[in-house]
């Protein structure tokens, strides 16, 4: 089992920046892929991005390449968002999520085991 809370969202002007934490509790933090997804109302879930268990390697949406950076410091149990240009079209809620599955599935939001419950992020025009 693992419990994941994320913190960091918040209300910011297009082309600022804020940094997500995802922290984890539970047993084995290091042996999950970790992703971010997101969720604008009216709109599904949506792929951001996804670090390997080890930060041998990462994988990033199209709309937040060059923009967005993920981290993960397996010795504190956390992930990390590092979200640089914002643009208004980037409010969503977001959410962190653990798989313990194949890594090739990062992107499908159904093959994650454990979800935090979210974070709100606006971005202001």
């Known amino acids: 089992q693992v419990q994941l809370v994320e913190s960091g969202g918040g209300l910011v002007q297009a082309g600022g920046s804020l940094r997500l934490s995802c922290a984890a509790s539970g047993r084995s933090f290091s042996s999950y892929h970790m992703g971010w997804f997101r969720q604008a109302p009216g709109k599904d879930r949506e792929f951001v991005s996804a670090i390997y268990w080890s930060g041998a390697d990462t994988d990033y949406a199209d709309a937040v390449k060059g923009r967005f950076t993920i981290s993960r410091d397996n010795a504190v149990n956390t992930v990390y968002l590092q979200m640089n240009s914002l643009k208004p079209e980037d409010t969503a809620v977001y959410y962190c999520?653990?798989?313990?599955?194949?890594?090739?599935?990062?992107?499908?939001?159904?093959?994650?085991?454990?979800w935090g419950q979210g974070t709100q992020v606006t971005v202001s025009s």
């Open positions: 999520a653990a798989d313990r599955g194949s890594w090739y599935r990062r992107r499908g939001w159904d093959n994650y085991d454990y």
